[in-house]
Every structure is written in structure tokens, then in C-alpha cells.
Nanobody, 125 residues
Framework: QAQLVESGGGLVQAGDSLRLSCAHS????????VGWFRQAPGKEREFVAS????????VYAESVKGRFTISRDGAKNAWYLQMDSLQPEDTAVYFC??????????????????WGQGIQVTVSS
């Protein structure tokens, strides 16, 4: 079971930016799908963004497309979520996640077996 540690959350105003980071204990990300999910109060956890460890292809939820960017650093076994033009509706606990690459659709939580502890992002209007 890999360990994931998130950092970078906080309180910002609408229109501001934040960058979340996730460090992975595996020796390489090459065999993993890595991603971000979020859960707002009273709502279910939802997919935000993802990418494969052996590809630069990225996938985004429609609600964040054009504002958020997922990236990874293979040398550091880490991935990031750059969040620009943040809006109050982006307020949530954000979770990083990883799972061995498989045929399971990467927008679903079933594709991920390792999860971070969650980090709060609050956007004030």
C-alpha cells in the first residue's frame, strides 16, 4: 500500500490560484494512474483530474477544464494540481489518489487504491 502525502491547500479569494502537491511513496509513478478528487460539504466525492504515469495525456472534469492543470514530476514521484481562477464552488476537501494502471475508467474512484488524507481548499467570494 503506497503512502500519499498532500500539501498546498488553504484559504484564498475568488480569482486566486493555489497549487496542490502529492508525494507518493512508490519508487516510480510509471505504473500508476494518478489523480485528484474533491468532496464538498454534504456532497459526494467527485473526480477532478487525472493522468497516467506513463503518458502525458490528461483528463479533467468539465467543471475545472481550462482552470485546473494536473502535472507530475517522475523524478520526485509527485504530482500537482495547479488551480487558477478559483471560485467559491471549488471549496472542498481535495484528495490525491493513485492506482495501478488498469482498464477501470479513471474518472471513477474504483480506479484508485491509494488515497491521501485530504486537504482543505476554501475559496471566499
Amino acid at each position: 500500500q503506497a503512502q500519499l502525502v498532500e500539501s498546498g491547500g488553504g484559504l484564498v479569494q475568488a480569482g486566486d490560484s493555489l497549487r496542490l502537491s502529492c508525494a507518493h511513496s512508490a519508487y516510480t509513478l510509471r505504473f500508476y494512474t494518478v489523480g485528484w478528487f474533491r468532496q464538498a460539504p454534504g456532497k459526494e466525492r467527485e473526480f477532478v483530474a487525472s493522468m497516467w504515469g506513463n503518458s502525458d495525456t490528461t483528463v479533467y472534469a468539465e467543471s475545472v477544464k481550462g482552470r485546473f492543470t494536473i502535472s507530475r514530476d517522475g523524478a520526485k514521484n509527485a504530482w500537482y494540481l495547479q488551480m487558477d481562477s478559483l471560485q467559491p464552488e471549488d471549496t472542498a476537501v481535495y484528495f490525491c489518489a493513485s492506482g495501478l494502471i488498469s482498464t477501470t475508467p479513471i474518472r471513477t474512484s474504483r480506479a484508485y487504491s491509494n488515497w491521501g488524507q485530504g486537504i482543505q481548499v476554501t475559496v471566499s467570494s
